[in-house]
T-cell receptor, first 113, second 110 residues
Framework: AQSVTQLDSQVPVFEEAPVELRCNYSSSVSVYLFWYVQYPNQGLQLLLKYLSGSTLVKGINGFEAEFNKSQTSFHLRKPSVHISDTAEYFCAVRDLRDDKIIFGKGTRLHILP | NAGVTQTPKFRVLKTGQSMTLLCAQDMNHEYMYWYRQDPGMGLRLIHYSVGEGTTAKGEVPDGYNVSRLKKQNFLLGLESAAPSQTSVYFC?????????FGPGTRLTVT
């Protein structure tokens, strides 16, 4: 069965500093991978997705993620964060044979002034 | 397009009461999902549907029922609410592979 582990429940970072949010998954087959963002009191919004092809995926708001099949990871990065990036970020995986997306428990990104 | 909408946005129930949450999507998506979100638990799948007239159990289905009588609507029912069902409920629809989420329903059971 597939699962997703987000290694940090909270990440504090200073404004304009780089950030990496870590995500590892387990699955016995090929997968699709996603990062979603949830701003306070809102629903989830797709940041980026990996379906196939280039392992470096670029998303909205300057975020990017790299798929590493050998390490079963899909870490999210941004070179310079802004106060508006304060949110909770969810990594998710979908087995190509399945109808369901499995979500990690989320990482809260705190931007320090 | 409104995307995915959820009704109501907030609700307070007493233990034992029943209610139905409505999810509607105008994107002609086949797949629809109900999740609950609790602090530190991420999103957990309650039930889902891969087409009109079909439903399937997710990770935490107990205490909930669903119906998908029309392609654009997915209803989540609580027959006898319990305090453990206090949560934020999200609906999503999908034209695979990614999902599109509604704004959520905050439910409190006292």
């Amino acid at each position: 069965a597939q699962s997703v582990t987000q290694l940090d429940s909270q990440v504090p970072v200073f404004e304009e500093a780089p950030v990496e949010l870590r995500c590892n998954y387990s699955s016995s087959v090929s997968v699709y991978l996603f990062w979603y963002v949830q701003y306070p009191n809102q629903g989830l919004q797709l940041l980026l997705k990996y379906l196939s092809g280039s392992t470096l995926v670029k998303g909205i708001n300057g975020f990017e993620a790299e798929f590493n099949k050998s390490q079963t990871s899909f870490h999210l990065r941004k070179p310079s964060v802004h106060i508006s990036d304060t949110a909770e970020y969810f990594c998710a995986v979908r087995d190509l044979r399945d109808d369901k997306i499995i979500f990690g428990k989320g990482t809260r990104l705190h931007i320090l002034p | 397009n409104a995307g995915v909408t959820q009704t109501p946005k907030f609700r307070v129930l007493k233990t034992g009461q029943s209610m139905t949450l409505l999810c509607a999507q105008d994107m002609n998506h086949e797949y629809m999902y109900w999740y609950r979100q609790d602090p530190g638990m991420g999103l957990r799948l309650i039930h889902y549907s891969v087409g009109e007239g079909t439903t399937a159990k997710g990770e935490v289905p107990d205490g909930y029922n669903v119906s998908r009588l029309k392609k654009q609507n997915f209803l989540l029912g609580l027959e006898s609410a319990a305090p453990s069902q206090t949560s934020v409920y999200f609906c999503a629809s999908s034209y695979p592979p990614e999902q599109y989420f509604g704004p959520g329903t905050r439910l409190t059971v006292t």
